[in-house]
């Protein structure tokens, strides 16, 4: 994969992928520093259950500490 930005972060691997989610390691250029970011295919955010679920567990994992 060729490293890639996306709004505030720039793309440089990706990592894994899961049942409905690709995720892929970025640099957040907003607070310099290396976060997973996780996607969904925008044909999957019109499920409104999926949409939901991935927006819940963007939250809880917001804030989490380590």
Excluded: C, N, W
């Amino acid at each position: 994969m060729t490293s890639t930005r996306y709004r505030r972060y720039h793309v440089t691997a990706a990592l894994g992928r899961g049942g409905i989610a690709i995720v892929y390691l970025a640099h957040d250029q907003r607070f310099d520093r290396q976060v997973a970011l996780k996607v969904l295919p925008a044909s999957l955010l019109l499920e409104t259950a999926l949409g939901e679920r991935f927006d819940r567990e963007a939250r809880i994992l917001e804030r989490l500490k380590h």
